[in-house]
């Protein structure tokens, strides 16, 4: 990158989310961005780590729900405090990156920005670096730019991206116009799609100029951008939290996909492979990313004795305890002192269904 | 019973063993016998309970190893202090019987004995009382008496009696010479001899006249009979702990099957069928003696939520604290705090593997 222009790249991390996929390890108060699984890190270090060398801290933003913005700046005290913007409710990716876009207008009208998750594992990070300014390259052009996950099987809970003409080739990467964005689709069409080797996955990571965001805005999401507009002056000043919280209670719930992507032109993906990319969407998710032992066990703290024990995740946060397992396989055990989970891997996605019914029925441990 | 034979009669309940069978909640310092499994009340309080009627609490003895003497006194606080007879150390269960004995007889030499079990399950607790009742008739003719178990299954834990010629009806159980003791079969002679239909399990528990059983030792096993008779001249005094502690060390191991049952004369069978009886000998064993809910669960203790979950046994000795189950059938959970055990229930029997383990690595959790 020149730094003529690498002094306008911002950086933006979507760090609200209070998912209940990992539960019961990830608690609302405790969401999976602030996990530490593959390491001692947790996964927003881990997000914002992988951007060094790319972005100065003072570059780097961080949306976030108002209660976890003081957690995520002690994990992360390199980024500046008024960097961190907080959600007062959540209203969807749509007014996150809007809100986002503003405050770095507000800086800088040249800006150019990339949007990127903080509780997704990413193996290779050089190659994510790459992919992440080839984007750049491509969003000075004027394209709204998506980065695509080369699907590896027919996952039904992800979006798609399909691939039109080649644009051309930034650093070595291909980057294709955006033919068709298709949210989650039912397994026979996951199957098509992957079959028809055209499509990669909605990696939820985006790069785009600040000014050509904010047009999209003004366009398809008017209601958006007029909020949008009454906050933006009062960015700096002491009223930033007032308008923010007259504003954003009135804000339509709207995903950045579905609010702006689907029909907005100038869209272009930069498909990637060999990024070792995992939204650690759930326990058994942990299976393709992290190595199990010679049963194909991954043992997660605690003193573990298995016999006959086969392809299991065993997750302890409890030092001094013994988790023994005899005649399991495809087990997931889950351990966090107040809450036990043992739950077949197939079906590791229905911890939702739990955390929901807790939910409704006032109950703790959520 | 006629009220002259009854005055006789005495029974010697074995609350010695330190099992392992049901770890992690049964440890050595708590063995099975002292578990609240199937009510508020331990197993030994049961089995205590299940003579009421039949014997005064003075004419209950109770052999158990020396640390375990107070708090089973504090379970049956009836029972006379000086009627828990403590074993220096576990010499087999024809020492045990050999020292009750010596005991009873030194305070009636009339005295006709039952010999019980502390920890197994026994559910029709009436039929069990007339079994005893035709028993000690049995022994007052002459006879050692084994309780039978009518096999429901190969089993291959448990030894077996073959009937013999009918000797006569007992309270209108009939009753049998016993022709063999079959130590604990293999599979194929399991199920050969539930097929000829002609065979019992052995309960381990008996009832006979103690001068009988006095001069079977004698006779089969004079060593010990030796030993018994140093210590015999002793109690009531308070040299008695002394005597124990001096001869016991030097006793062999020995079963009461093994070393007077196999090879006694005048042996009997009185076969029970409809006791209820279990031995309550694993974990799995618990399935065939608690009721499951709808879903064929055992839901002890804890709060727990299952999605798709069958056939499962879920233990926690902790409250305030959730399992939640996904997917899982034919599985047992036990949860006692400081271990955590997750088991097929077909594999439930190697619970004794990993106690041996964490034995040989010195670990604790015993």
């Known amino acids: 990158m020149k730094s003529s222009d690498t002094e306008h790249y911002y950086a933006m991390i979507m760090a609200g989310g209070g998912g209940t996929r990992l539960w019961p390890l990830s608690r609302q108060t405790r969401p999976k961005q602030m996990l530490s699984l593959f390491d001692d890190r947790t996964l927003f270090q881990t997000s914002v780590q992988r951007l060094t060398g790319l972005f100065p801290p003072e570059r780097i933003y961080v949306v976030t729900v108002k209660d976890q913005a003081a957690e995520l700046h002690a994990q992360a005290p390199e980024i500046p405090a008024e960097n961190f913007l907080p959600e007062p409710q959540p ?3 749509a007014s996150v990156v809007g809100l986002a876009a503003v405050a770095i207008r507000q800086r800088d009208p040249q800006a150019v920005m990339a949007v990127l998750t903080s509780d997704h594992f990413i193996g290779n990070e050089e190659l994510f670096r790459s992919l992440l300014k080839s984007a750049f390259d491509l969003a000075m052009e004027g394209y709204l730019v998506t980065l695509g996950i080369e699907p590896t099987f027919p996952a039904t809970g992800f979006g798609y991206v399909q691939r039109g003409e080649l644009l051309g080739t930034y650093r070595q990467l291909p980057a294709y116009r955006v033919k068709r964005f298709k949210e989650k689709p039912n397994e026979d069409q996951a199957r098509a799609m992957l079959a028809a080797g055209d499509h990669s996955w909605n990696s939820g990571m985006f790069v785009w100029r600040v000014d050509h965001i904010l047009a999209e805005f003004k366009h398809q999401m008017p209601e958006l951008a007029a909020a949008l507009a009454q906050i933006e002056p009062t960015w700096g000043t002491p009223l930033r939290m007032d308008a923010l919280e007259r504003v954003w209670p009135g804000l339509k719930t709207e995903t950045i996909d579905y609010g702006i992507m689907e029909n907005a032109s100038q869209v272009a993906v930069i498909p990637a492979s060999g990024l070792g990319w995992n939204d650690v969407g759930s326990w ?8 199990g032992d010679e049963n194909g066990n991954i043992i997660m703290g605690g003193e573990h004795v298995g016999l006959d024990t086969q392809k299991s995740l ?7 305890r013994l988790i023994v397992t005899i005649g399991v396989e495809d087990l997931v055990v ?4 107040d809450v036990l989970l043992v739950c077949h891997k197939d079906q590791a996605q229905r911890v939702r269904q739990v955390v929901n019914q807790l939910k409704q029925q006032g109950k703790n441990y959520l």
């Open 91 to 93: 209203r969807g990716t």
């Open 284 to 291: 058994d998710s942990l299976f393709e990313v992290l190595p």
């Open 314 to 320: 065993v997750y302890m946060s409890q030092e001094h």
């Open 334 to 337: 889950v351990d966090t002192g």
